[in-house]
């Protein structure tokens, strides 16, 4: 069916790293460009990075700018956020989903998100 | 970077209310304003694109209106399974996308 699952969340030590992957299925992946959002316990939403249908063209909030890199495989249907010097601010559910230009680029698929957990 | 700002932050209804909540942006994003919904322990669920277009699936009860700065969302009958927290996203500045701070609906 339609959906995108997350994986690779879990507890990090402050300063470590961290992969997340988000795997799409039902859909035409290279179509879409698709985004990371956070939110962190008990706050609102919080976009942190976009990558392209082609994966040429990426983003990044600046909360996150340097740290962490954005990529897709289209072949594999999965995308992934390499996250780097990890803080407890980044501790959150992190989400990925789908941008649909069709829907004047909202976001009209979610995962139902991977929780990262940043502490000593 | 385009901010925006949402009220009230929370409002407390009964079943059968009408109710209305409002986005406002920092400048203009003509009708690129998307609302979410989201339920405690779920990902967030599109209702409405582009200000004003309900989003496949989603009951007539929802209504959005706006454009240039200033949105609202309309339940026109809230129902038990409404109670929720409510986004506003502007996509005009794509990326990056902003998000409101949220309004949440809870029971009277």
């Known amino acids: 069916q339609v959906q995108l699952v997350e994986s690779g969340g879990g507890l990090v030590k402050p300063g470590g790293s961290l992969r997340l992957s988000c795997e799409a299925s039902?859909?035409?992946?290279?179509?879409?460009?698709m985004t990371w959002i956070r939110q962190a316990p008990g706050k609102g939403l919080e976009w942190i990075s976009y990558i392209s249908g082609s994966g040429g063209a990426k983003y990044y909030a600046d909360s996150v700018k340097g740290r962490f890199t954005i990529s897709r495989d289209n072949a594999k249907k999965s995308l992934h956020l390499q996250m780097n010097s990890l803080s407890a601010d980044d501790t959150a559910i992190y989400y990925c989903?789908?941008?649909?230009?069709?829907?004047?680029?909202?976001?009209?698929?979610w995962g139902q998100g991977t929780m990262v957990t940043v502490s000593a | 970077d385009i901010q925006m700002t949402q009220s009230p932050s929370s409002l407390s209804a009964s079943v059968g209310d009408r109710v209305t909540f409002t986005c406002r942006a920092s400048?203009?994003?003509?009708?690129?304003l998307n609302w979410y919904q989201q339920k405690p322990g779920k990902a967030p669920k599109l209702l409405i694109y582009?200000?004003?277009n309900l989003q496949s699936g989603v009951p007539s009860r929802f209504s959005g209106s706006g454009s240039g700065t200033d949105f609202t969302l309309t339940i026109s009958s809230l129902q038990p399974e409404d109670f929720a927290t409510y986004y506003c996203?502007?996509?005009?500045?794509?990326?990056?996308?902003?998000f409101g701070p949220g309004t949440k609906v809870d029971l009277k």
């Open positions: 039902g859909i035409t992946f290279s179509d879409n460009f």
């Open positions: 582009g200000a004003s």
């Open positions: 996203q502007q996509s005009y500045s794509n990326p990056p996308f902003t």
């Open positions: 400048q203009s994003i003509d009708t690129y």
């Open positions: 989903a789908r941008g649909e230009r069709g829907l004047d680029d909202a976001f009209d698929l």
